[in-house]
């Protein structure tokens, strides 16, 4: 873990690289030396919310071949209604990628 503070928001003391344990997961973060305070990237947070089941709609990317492929969480698929031949259209945000499904039958319907 990189260190990205240097001294306590809470007492002032000085903070080191360490490691706690939250809920049975292991987490890297600052810890202070004097107060015990812990602090952590906003990567390692998210990272226990994926392991402690709190981001049901979390899926890692993965590989196919030489594609990169993602799983659609079920409850997306069936809200969304959502089948394996509809097209999912990518729309670049400035906090991310929106993904709009499109039906088969509106792409075919033009055509």
Not at 4 to 22: H, L, S
Not at 31 to 43: A, L, P
Not at 76 to 83: A, E, H, P, R, T
């Given at each position: 873990?990189?260190?990205?503070?240097?001294?306590?928001?809470?007492?002032?003391?000085?903070?080191?690289?360490?490691?706690?344990?939250?809920?049975?997961?292991?987490?890297?973060?600052?810890?202070?030396?004097?107060?015990?305070?812990?602090?952590?990237?906003?990567?390692?947070?998210?990272?226990?919310?994926?392991?402690?089941?709190?981001?049901?709609?979390?899926?890692?990317f993965?590989?196919l071949?030489?594609?990169?492929?993602?799983?659609?969480?079920?409850?997306?698929?069936?809200?969304?209604?959502?089948?394996?031949?509809?097209?999912?259209?990518?729309?670049?945000?400035?906090?991310?990628?929106?993904?709009?499904?499109?039906?088969a039958?509106?792409?075919?319907?033009?055509?």
């Amino acid at each position: 873990m990189k260190k990205f503070m240097e001294t306590c928001y809470k007492c002032n003391g000085k903070v080191n690289v360490g490691q706690t344990m939250k809920e049975g997961i292991r987490l890297n973060c600052m810890k202070c030396q004097n107060c015990g305070e812990e602090y952590f990237t906003s990567s390692e947070l998210l990272r226990f919310d994926i392991l402690s089941g709190r981001k049901e709609l979390v899926r890692k990317f993965g590989s196919l071949g030489d594609s990169t492929i993602i799983r659609i969480p079920s409850k997306v698929l069936k809200d969304f209604k959502i089948k394996p031949e509809d097209y999912g259209v990518f729309e670049a945000r400035p906090d991310g990628i929106l993904i709009k499904p499109v039906s088969a039958k509106e792409v075919h319907a033009g055509m």
